[in-house]
């Protein structure tokens, strides 16, 4: 439930704001497909897939099984969701399947992504055990 600080106390809309956003505003097209690639990224098994081919150029279906402890069909499911969205590439070397993230854009989003939540992790332990709220870019914050 949002609090009296976190909601504007009257109704003051900035049209020039509202107008000039509204003539390059993002497509819903575009907005599905971000939302899409962020649900994907939002299960941990294919997190942890992701984040596998983020410190691996690749590996086959039968290393992230014994890497993530689920079965070669479990894997693949998972695989194939990210291959439809276009986070993973595969490709075949004989009998052999190799993943590998799709390109750097998908490197990024994750490495943005773990970045942030380490330091959403670390600002919630400092706040926590000082008892003193942390916020980034907070100046007078207790380290």
């Known amino acids: 439930m949002a609090g009296p600080d976190d909601v504007c106390q009257v109704v003051c809309i900035h049209e020039d704001q509202v107008l000039k956003l509204r003539q390059h505003f993002i497509e819903a097209k575009l907005v599905q497909g971000v939302t899409d690639i962020f649900k994907a990224l939002g299960d941990p098994t294919r997190a942890r897939i992701v984040y596998a081919l983020t410190q691996a150029e690749e590996l086959c279906v039968c290393d992230l099984s014994a890497l993530l402890g689920m079965s070669i069909s479990a894997v693949s499911h998972q695989l194939r969701l990210l291959r439809n969205l276009r986070l993973v590439k595969y490709r075949k070397a004989g009998k052999v399947v190799y993943y590998s993230l799709d390109d750097?854009?998908?490197?990024?989003?994750?490495?943005?992504?773990?970045?942030?939540a380490r330091h959403a992790q670390e600002t919630s332990y400092k706040s926590e055990n000082s008892g003193v709220p942390v916020r980034p870019g907070d100046n007078n914050r207790e380290d």
């Open 104 to 116: 750097d854009h998908v490197v990024d989003l994750f490495r943005q992504g773990l970045e942030h």
